[in-house]
């Protein structure tokens, strides 16, 4: 069975400075791994996800993440934090089922921005 | 695109009664719907499956008979607490199943008194 670990249950960093949130994985077979956003109160946002090629994936609001098979890792980096990214983060990995990606969520980092 | 909507988006009832909260598709159909339960400080975990036209999956351990889940159109599917205790006070998150990817709907907040 597929599971992800996302071993910090919290991150503080400083508004302006660089992040990276890790996230590991264990899957038999390809992963498709995601990363999203929940604020609080909220719903998901996808922020990026990975099926194949370029190991470094580009995502909506600055984030990128890069997949490492030889880690099973798939950590998400920002350069620059800003205070409104403050909110949980959920990496996970997805299993195709009936038509659609199932995914399997780790627990979550929860980020806090200093300013 | 792909917004998914959920209503209400809190609703506090009393032990005993019935809650039914709605998860809709606005601008694209989806086959499959999927419900998540998530406690504070917690991830989401998988409840069940929900197929237009058919009967729910649900994921080991939820009884199918507490929560109810019919999905009656292509945009719509309902989750319905039976018989609601504070145990079931929680964070329920649906999502709708488009080109692979799923889309998360906002979330309903249940407070069982």
């Known amino acids: 069975a597929q599971s992800v670990t996302q071993p910090d249950i919290h991150i503080t960093v400083s508004e302006g400075a660089s992040l990276e949130l890790r996230c590991n994985y264990s899957y038999g077979a390809t992963p498709y791994l995601f990363w999203y956003v929940q604020s609080p109160g909220q719903g998901l946002q996808l922020l990026l996800k990975?099926?194949?090629?370029?190991?470094l994936v580009q995502g909506i609001k600055g984030f990128e993440a890069e997949f490492k098979r030889s880690q099973s890792s798939f950590n998400l980096r920002k350069p620059s934090v800003h205070w409104s990214d403050a909110a949980e983060y959920f990496c996970a990995v997805g299993v195709l089922s009936g038509g659609s990606y199932i995914p399997t969520f780790g627990r979550g980092t929860s980020l806090i921005v200093h300013p | 695109g792909a917004v998914v909507s959920q209503h209400p988006s809190r609703v506090i009832c009393k032990s005993g009664t019935s809650v039914k909260i709605e998860c809709r598709s606005l601008?694209?159909?989806?086959?499959?719907m999927f419900w998540y339960r998530q406690f504070p400080k917690q991830s989401l975990m998988l409840m069940a499956t929900?197929?237009?036209?058919?009967?729910?999956?649900?994921e080991q351990g939820v009884e199918k008979d507490k929560f109810l889940i019919n999905h009656a159109s292509l945009t719509l599917s309902t989750l319905t607490v039976t018989s609601a205790h504070p145990e079931d006070s929680s964070f329920y998150i649906c999502?709708?199943?488009?080109?692979?990817?799923?889309?998360f709907g906002p979330g309903t907040r249940l407070t069982v008194t």
């Open positions: 990975y099926f194949s090629g370029d190991t």
């Open positions: 999502s709708a199943s488009l080109d692979y990817e799923q889309y």
């Open positions: 601008d694209f159909q989806a086959t499959t």
């Open positions: 929900s197929n237009e036209g058919s009967k729910a999956t649900y």
